[in-house]
């Protein structure tokens, strides 16, 4: 890891947040007091199972029917994964995903508001109650951008923990940079050359250059930016109005991003001019919805999408024709709907600018990262536990 600061370093990270993957203050869910008796939200559904690439099998605990969970709380969405060990894989038996907008109005206001952290404090309760069904050996909770900016975000994790027992993490820029490459470097095109893993979240953007390595590449350089789908909305405007205002404000964003980039991009320009095959890898919903038009798809489909490998002019296509939509049309587009119009330009904006600085011919798509990164470090962590158990055991019988 290069010696650079990241540029969020004014802002607080609490002291939780400071620790490494598989190093936290308190992995396993507490049952919250309910002095009033009620809860919030309603129990979800299981949206389905999935399998996700792993360590070895060497790397998992040997008890395969114990569960660990991953909770991802962004400045857009909330998101749980509940997994078992499966051989080299492992199994996805719950999860949840939800868009609370946290972080909606911060970039003005400078805190959290009330109604934002009420419909969080509903998707979490959700996810609280999944953890206890699922009888949860092992969690990670994590905050990003949002709690990480806002001036009443260590109150409102202090919070969450007293009325649903999540003891939430406010993470680093530079955590959630590692945890989303130790999620997704998996699905990163084969190849000798240098390459860099994007994360474009709700509040920030992480990029990371990285040299492939046996089992986890090695990182070179970082970078996190505090634009991302809902900041950069909130802060230059939604691209609405005329034709003419839309590619203005669509011009803003490219030069907000790019101005944020500039200390990386100088960093990495050697690089990208003078190595013969440069590759890139994304994860967040802007590049996966972008894929699913590439692809032309009715609905989103994850299995067609995860992984799948993209040329980067196809996806500067669809991000110049969407920036220059109404809300409405976009809206009236499979995988993008109502939810999603008013934020997808901004990502464009933001794609647009990494392809601007690192011009891969093609560019790859992953929809898993901190989650599964939490995972994959979760059950390493078990397994490295019992290993040193086990050699302990056998020091003392010698």
């Not at 936290?24 to 949206?47: E, H, L, M, T, W």
């Not at 998992?60 to 509940?82: E, S, W």
């Not at 993209?310 to 976009?330: A, K, Y």
């Amino acid at each position: 890891m290069a010696d650079i600061s990241p540029p969020d370093g004014n802002r607080r990270a609490g002291k939780r947040g400071a620790e490494k993957s598989g190093k936290v203050a308190d992995f396993r869910y507490r049952s919250p007091s309910q002095p009033d008796g009620k809860k919030r939200g309603r129990r979800s559904r299981n949206r389905g199972d999935s399998r996700r690439k792993a360590p070895p099998p060497s790397q998992f605990p040997t008890n395969q029917r114990q569960a660990y969970a991953a909770l991802d709380l962004g400045t857009n969405n909330c998101r749980l994964l509940i997994a078992r060990p499966s051989g080299e894989n492992f199994t996805v038996i719950d999860a949840f995903s939800r868009v609370v907008r946290l972080g909606e109005g911060l970039a003005k206001s400078g805190r959290l508001s009330d109604d934002a952290m009420e419909r969080t404090l509903g998707a979490l309760q959700v996810c609280a109650e999944k953890l206890k069904r699922r009888n949860v050996h092992l969690a990670r909770s994590v905050a990003t951008e949002a709690c990480r900016r806002a001036a009443n975000g260590e109150a409102f994790i202090e919070r969450v923990r007293r009325e649903t027992g999540i003891a939430l993490d406010i993470i680093s820029a530079e955590e959630e940079a590692r945890l989303a490459v130790l999620g997704c470097h998996i699905l990163l095109e084969g190849g000798d050359g240098p390459a860099v893993i994007f994360d474009i979240g709700g509040g920030s953007t992480e990029l990371v250059l990285i040299e492939p390595g046996e089992r986890v590449p090695r990182i070179l350089d970082w970078q996190s930016v505090p634009w991302g789908v809902v900041s950069l909305t909130d802060t230059v405007g939604r691209c609405e109005g005329t034709e003419d205002e839309r590619a203005a404000r669509y011009a803003e964003m490219r030069r907000v991003v790019r101005d944020s980039f500039a200390p990386f991009a100088e960093r990495i320009a050697e690089r990208a001019k003078t190595s013969r095959d440069i590759r890139l890898l994304g994860t967040s919903g802007t590049v996966t919805t972008l894929a699913s038009l590439h692809l032309e798809l009715p609905h989103y489909d994850r299995r067609a999408v995860d992984g799948l490998i993209v040329p980067s002019s196809s996806m500067r296509d669809i991000s110049t024709r969407l920036s220059g939509m109404s809300f409405q049309e976009r809206g009236e587009l499979p995988c993008i709907g109502q939810d999603r119009a008013d934020l997808v330009v901004a990502g464009c904006a933001i794609l647009e600018s990494i392809l601007d600085i690192w011009p891969a011919d093609r560019l790859g798509v992953a929809d898993r990262g901190i989650r599964e990164g939490i995972l994959r470090s979760l059950m390493a962590a078990e397994a490295d536990a019992e290993r040193s158990l086990k050699a302990l055991k056998r020091l003392r019988n010698e």
